[in-house]
């Protein structure tokens, strides 16, 4: 669902998904919104115009009356089109297409902040904008049967636009039909009618386990999973087949087949990445040169069919490719189990990696000597810091934020992780370093994406005035986000049970709470609020900041919330106040729930003290940039130079849009990454003092956690 408005700002183009694209420029009016860009888009609006200007995006025109294709220099060169009819791809947050007839130029401006689209006189501009979200349109339901399951599952790709290697791009994935608990199963005639038989078939056992399993690898490849015979269940192993070429590649059983199909799914979406730059949407991706070495032609492959691509990305040895591989971007453990099919959908719209949960004990002092060894691990290199460790507003305290009550404790676990950058247990007990999901929370997301709103709204509630500070410092960051997002942010101070409870039951999308927790709930000028006797909370986010909160979060998640940040334990008054703050910063700059958690517990030396309950993939807002990004600085000792130099690393990626690329803005690149490969450039002092001013971003510096624009004022000097 696409919106769109005029403001002082210029066109604001909003999605469901809190995404938006402004679009300034020069004498822009707006005609009428009925007009074709040839292009799959979910709104299209005619303007007319002297000139756009868009966010920093990647550029490329289409002439339409040839197969002539142009693409805006990285590094800055500006792009003169002669006159023709063109349709021009800009890949801004919301995906956005411009159709026009005349000579063009596209530049990017001195700061590589904008893309900026003008023409020689007032010109008739067809804009379009495609979501990169996308709402389930139908439901299928399914009975208790791992069979039935399996052919679910298998219609689940029918959301995808393409069987093209451009599947690999988020917004030719639609979001899967959701799945729904029945007596039979029922599977919509235009469910049917968008999946045709790919002619790719994974057989497994006909139970729930491998079944969940496979999911990932059978939405990505289209494929049609069918049970095995339950006579051969004992003898035969599972099998990827692609009979029209002869495919029959043995699978081991469980719990073999998880690895199996994680490097399957790896592999394929890798290589089809890389393939896809042969077609209209291509770039040039730093790891192209890789096809060439493992025997592939990109050209022939994208014109291939699925079957066809995939029988040649077999022959690929994984050896000759694991060590280019991004890591993958999310893995979920899963009870496999009939109550669980619901969630399913929501994981492959995030093409989650699906594992089954396991656990063991963690002894004695464990999670304390895990939370100091990466505390520790991340200032290994220290060096001298631009900035005191205790910054304005992180007043050194030893207090801590229980009071006389009892707080809840919380008996957590240890799991057994495999593959992924970030982790989500949809299973029971609560373990360390994942996120607590449930499938309430993937449901309670949809209701968020339908709801219209024009601005962001934002509470701050102190109830317990000895924690100002947090206070002070939170608000004017969200207030100094405000001036750049539509956003309303009001601070509340020492509630009432009442109060705080109708704070939970309005609409707002961000809530946090500072003060404490106790187990009889959060505490009130007037007692204890427990959030389980609020009947619907309507908070979409929030941050319960208080001793031993994970309970009361959970509740808030069952009630009605998406996700939140919460405490396992008891924590110091400090330590809340830096995590407090560095969430604050990275949750309004775009970062989901789980990663702005991930890098402020870094600042303290119990960072597992902290958790994620929900949809822990969820975003509040956007940021500058499409993909948040995180910068890690290291000082160069053994130079040839006698000027400082800095390996600077380069870390963008978000479950949203797996697929997706990034730019790094260095003197010299000209090459593209994907999301969740890393990318290291030397720079010297000056010119990584222009990338801080120029990039927002989070910034691992000496081992502590910065923003870049505050960290480069030091390097500038």
């Not at 995030?350 to 396991?358: C, E, F, G, K, Q």
């Not at 010297?684 to 004022?713: F, M, P, Q």
Request: glycine share 6%; charged share 25%.
């Amino acid at each position: 669902m696409i919106e769109w408005e005029m403001t002082s700002r210029g066109l604001r183009v909003t999605d469901a998904d809190n995404a938006e694209v402004v679009i300034c420029g020069e004498d822009v009016t707006v005609d009428d919104t009925e007009s074709d860009v040839s292009r799959p888009v979910d709104e299209t609006i005619c303007v007319t115009a002297r000139s756009l200007e868009f966010p920093h995006a990647v550029v490329y025109a289409f002439a339409l009356e040839s197969d002539e294709r142009y693409e805006l220099d990285p590094q800055g060169e500006p792009l003169s089109l002669p006159a023709r009819e063109y349709v021009v791809d800009v890949d801004t947050e919301i995906k956005s297409y411009l159709r026009f007839t005349s000579t063009a130029t596209i530049e990017r401006t001195a700061d590589f902040e904008s893309i900026v689209v003008s023409f020689p006189e007032l010109t008739r501009v067809v804009l379009g904008f495609r979501s990169r979200h996308e709402l389930p349109a139908e439901s299928i339901t399914v009975p208790d049967s791992p069979i039935a399951l399996a052919r679910a599952v298998t219609y689940l790709a029918a959301s995808h636009k393409t069987s093209s290697p451009d599947r690999t791009y988020p917004t030719l994935r639609g979001h899967p039909p959701l799945l729904e608990s029945g007596d039979r199963l029922d599977v919509p005639e235009c469910v049917q009618a968008r999946n045709p038989e790919s002619g790719i078939e994974l057989f497994v056992p006909p139970n729930y386990e491998s079944v969940y399993v496979v999911a990932p690898l059978a939405y990505f490849l289209q494929a049609t999973i069918r049970p095995i015979e339950a006579s051969t269940d004992r003898t035969f192993r599972p099998q990827l087949r692609v009979p029209a070429f002869g495919v029959d590649e043995p699978l081991p059983r469980m719990p073999d087949l998880e690895e199996a199909v994680t490097r399957l799914l790896r592999k394929t979406f890798f290589l089809e990445c890389l393939v896809r730059n042969a077609g209209p949407y291509g770039t040039s991706l730093s790891e192209s040169w890789l096809l060439e070495e493992v025997g592939l032609n990109a050209e022939t492959l994208y014109e291939a069919s699925p079957q066809r691509r995939l029988a040649r990305y077999l022959d690929v040895p994984f050896s000759a490719i694991h060590s280019h591989l991004p890591e993958w971007h999310l893995s979920t453990y899963v009870t496999p189990s009939y109550d669980r099919l619901e969630a399913l959908p929501f994981l492959l719209d995030r093409l989650s990696l699906i594992y089954t949960p396991r656990t063991s004990e963690l002894a004695g002092r464990e999670l304390v000597e895990r939370s100091l060894d990466e505390f520790y691990r991340g200032r290994a290199e220290t060096t001298t810091s631009p900035r005191d460790e205790v910054r304005p507003g992180e007043e050194p305290s030893a207090q801590c934020r229980a009071s006389d009550g009892q707080v809840a404790s919380v008996d957590v676990v240890k799991p057994h992780l495999r593959h992924g950058r970030v982790h989500g247990w949809l299973a029971d007990g609560v373990p360390i370093d994942v996120f607590k999901a449930t499938t309430a929370a993937y449901e309670n997301r949809l209701a968020y994406l339908e709801r219209n709103s024009d601005q962001t709204s934002i509470r701050v509630v102190l109830n317990d005035p000895d924690m100002a500070g947090e206070r002070a410092t939170v608000a004017e960051i969200y207030r100094q986000r405000s001036d750049e997002l539509p956003m309303d942010v009001t601070v509340e101070e020492s509630l009432r049970t009442a109060e705080l409870a109708r704070i939970f039951e309005s609409n707002h999308d961000f809530v946090h709470y500072i003060g404490h927790c106790e187990t009889d709930g959060l505490r009130c000028s007037d007692g204890y609020l427990s959030t389980s006797s609020i009947d619907r909370c309507r908070v979409q986010t929030f941050f319960l900041n208080a001793c031993g909160s994970f309970y009361e979060g959970a509740s808030l998640i069952e009630r009605g919330s998406v996700a939140g940040a919460v405490t396992i334990t008891q924590v110091l008054n400090d330590h809340a106040v830096r995590v407090g703050s560095t969430f604050a910063k990275l949750l309004v700059h775009g970062f989901s729930i789980e990663r702005a958690m991930q890098l402020a517990r870094r600042r303290i030396m119990m960072g597992k003290d902290y958790a994620v309950v929900g949809d822990g993939t969820h975003s509040l807002t956007q940021g500058e940039h499409r993909v948040p990004t995180t910068l890690t600085i290291e000082a160069l000792k053994n130079t040839t130079s006698r000027d400082e130099h800095y390996q600077v690393t380069f870390d963008c990626y978000s479950a949203r849009i797996t697929g997706s690329y990034y730019f790094p803005h260095t003197e010299n690149n000209d090459r593209a990454y994907l999301c969740g490969q890393q990318s290291q450039f030397e720079l010297s002092r000056s010119e990584l003092a222009t990338v801080l001013k120029e990039t927002e971003a989070s910034v691992i510096y000496n081992g502590d956690l910065y923003w870049s624009e505050d960290l480069g004022e030091a390097f500038s000097c």
